[in-house]
């Protein structure tokens, strides 16, 4: 669970912290099993002292970090199956090489003219845009 409050997780489904950057003595620790528990108050605490066991076998929290996974593989090969199953898991947004590129072709920006512009007259992509 990292810092995040197992009790609050459980009554508000996301994180809850104890507070940002505290010294461990700030947050109410509980040591169940060969965890250590971090409660973000004195309640917090004795609800999970009372009844522990539903309280640590629930999924911990999502990390806050972005995530960036890419699936390689040969064609034909499930790669994108796999990814969609793997975004669909994780709860985030799958972007693939040729959605990414449609949809830039599809809008109305400086961006799309210039690409548009040079696959007509068979230009290369500036370096920048690559």
């Known amino acids: 669970f990292g810092s995040t409050c197992p009790v609050m997780l ?5 994180a809850v912290t104890p507070a940002a950057k505290v010294a461990l003595p700030d947050a109410f620790p509980v040591v169940y099993g060969p965890h250590i528990y971090l409660c ?3 309640a917090a605490r004795q609800e999970m002292l009372a009844d522990p066991v539903p309280l640590s076998r ?3 929290p999502q990390p806050a970090a972005l995530h960036r996974i890419v699936v390689l593989g040969a064609p034909k090969s499930g790669r994108s199956s796999l990814a969609a199953s793997v975004a669909k898991d994780m709860g985030v947004a799958l972007i693939d090489a040729c959605s990414a590129v449609r949809d830039v072709l599809s ?4 961006l799309s003219a ?3 512009r040079n696959l007509r007259t068979g230009q290369p992509l500036d370096p920048m845009l690559v």
């Open 114 to 116: 210039t690409v548009k």
């Open 10 to 14: 459980g009554r508000y489904k996301r």
């Open 40 to 42: 973000k108050t004195h």
């Open 58 to 60: 629930q999924r911990p």
């Open 107 to 110: 809008g109305i920006s400086h």
